[in-house]
């Protein structure tokens, strides 16, 4: 090849390079916001009263391990599990990645209140009133778990859900029911519908907190499908992953605080699993200790359900996960000693997907975080904006924000809970901003 050609085939190719790629990777990386000094204050609304509330910054991505190791799933070797029943599924696709004894019929005790918290998030507003009513707080077997709530107590559908979903709570459970339906038979009837569309087939609920009752029954398969609804649901899954919540006093108690029963969820505890999203724990004399557990790692997410089992219920959740995360490494190609996962340079974070290519110029979920990678492939922290003048603050972690206030020089910003700056709009804690997005004082 002459000279010449070899310099037009060169220029061929680069053309052909810049042309591939899509328009939105010429997003500019820009100041916290035009006309800015670049100093900015992140705040969560809710945490205290409109702007002006602080929170402190989280540190960056050191928070998530470095490398991690892929396995391919020929190597992968199944679970020794011990419980009677159990499944682990991709919560993305629906896939069973492992079953025993799956399509069983067993109690499910309390994890039976992940169905209650799916629907009472789809059907009724957080700032709703619970009043509970006599039936609701004395219906309950000897020795279930409750709040100490009495008839003509009250409180917030949310308060109620951390309540139900913490705690566990079994006349919490009853009042949100007879609140959606009017009463507990109702609201069983609804659980049954909205099963069946879940694609469950040996599943049937006769009450809204798993209380036992020889009719109430399902399967780790149909448990899998309604829980990856309902991790799907932003409000479940921000309960279901919170350790710590304090309820407002009530007739004959004080305000008090509920921790998370699910072992896993908290980082302090040795069962700690990280990547988890969240789950609930469930225990009946019948039903034994039943589990279910999301988590994600990587972008992949999995759903993993234990049932009847004889306190090996923890153990047996990360065999599961464990099981999983190698199966759909495997599945995306990776040989075993290849490495992926988050790498830093200097002070600039950077994330190596499983095919082993640098993320950029496109948005990722890791760990159930939502990060964005700039063109050359850098995590993307401060504001940016998108096509149709859309703009996304991301904290100093990386971490997309959501329901938060921004203070670029002295203005007040607001990001939604889908992440996007909200304009010529009230926030949900009752201010204005204007159509720039500027809080109206």
């Known amino acids: 090849m002459t000279k010449k050609s070899h310099r037009l085939w060169s220029l061929a190719i680069s053309f052909s390079i810049i042309a591939s790629i899509p328009a939105y990777g010429n997003i500019p990386v820009v100041q916290p916001f035009p006309g800015s000094t670049g100093q900015t204050t992140e705040h969560a609304a809710g945490t205290a009263t409109g702007p002006g509330a602080s929170l402190t910054n989280q540190n960056p991505a050191e928070t998530s391990s470095q490398t991690k190791e892929g396995s391919g799933a020929a190597d992968v070797a199944q679970p020794d599990i011990l419980s009677e029943g159990a499944v682990v599924l991709d919560a993305s696709t629906g896939e069973v990645l492992y079953g025993k004894n799956a399509e069983t019929r067993y109690y499910p005790a309390s994890i039976t209140k992940l169905m209650t918290a799916l629907l009472v998030a789809e059907k009724a507003n957080l700032s709703d009133t ?22 003509g107590d009250t409180l917030t559908v949310e308060q109620s859900l951390y309540g139900l979903m913490l705690k566990s709570a079994n006349e919490v459970a009853n009042g949100l029911a007879e609140h959606v339906s009017g009463s507990v038979s109702a609201f069983s009837a609804l659980m049954n519908a909205r099963a069946k569309e879940l694609g469950c087939t040996n599943t049937n609920f006769v009450n809204p907190n798993g209380l036992n009752n020889s009719s109430h029954y399902t399967t780790p398969h149909d448990m899998a499908l309604i829980a990856r609804a309902a991790f799907q649901n932003d409000t479940v899954r921000k309960v279901a992953s919170t350790v710590r919540y304090q309820i407002p006093a009530t007739k004959k108690a004080g305000a008090r605080t509920v921790t998370m029963g699910h072992k896993m969820i908290n ?38 359900v234990v049932m009847k089992s004889k306190s090996t219920h923890y153990s047996d959740t990360k065999a599961l996960l464990d099981y999983g995360f190698a199966v759909k490494t495997g599945g995306n190609g990776i040989s075993a000693n290849a490495s992926y996962g988050w790498e830093k340079n200097g002070l600039k974070w950077y994330y190596k997907k499983q095919d082993g290519r640098k993320a950029g110029n496109e948005w990722l979920k890791v760990d159930g975080i939502d990060y964005y990678f700039d063109s050359d492939g850098t995590m993307a922290t401060g504001w940016r904006e998108f096509p149709g003048n859309v703009w996304y603050y991301f904290r100093s ?21 889908d992440g996007k700056m909200l304009k010529d709009a009230a926030t949900p804690d009752g201010y204005q901003v204007d159509a720039a997005g500027v809080w109206i004082q």
């Not at 509970?132 to 008839?151: D, I, R």
């Not at 609930?280 to 759903?303: D, H, I, M, P």
């Not at 972690?397 to 809970?417: D, I, L, Q």
């Open 267 to 304: 980082s302090s505890d040795s069962r700690y699993y990280p990547g988890v999203i969240g789950g609930k724990t469930g225990y009946t004399s019948l039903a034994g200790n039943t589990l279910v557990t999301c988590a994600e790692k990587n972008g992949v997410r999995l759903v993993a």
């Open 397 to 417: 972690s990386g971490a997309m924000a959501r329901n938060y206030w921004v203070e670029s020089s002295g203005k007040w910003y607001y990001m939604g809970g």
């Open 130 to 151: 619970v009043t509970y009513s006599k039936t609701a707080t004395t219906n309950l077997e000897s020795g279930a778990v409750t709040l100490g709530l009495v008839e």
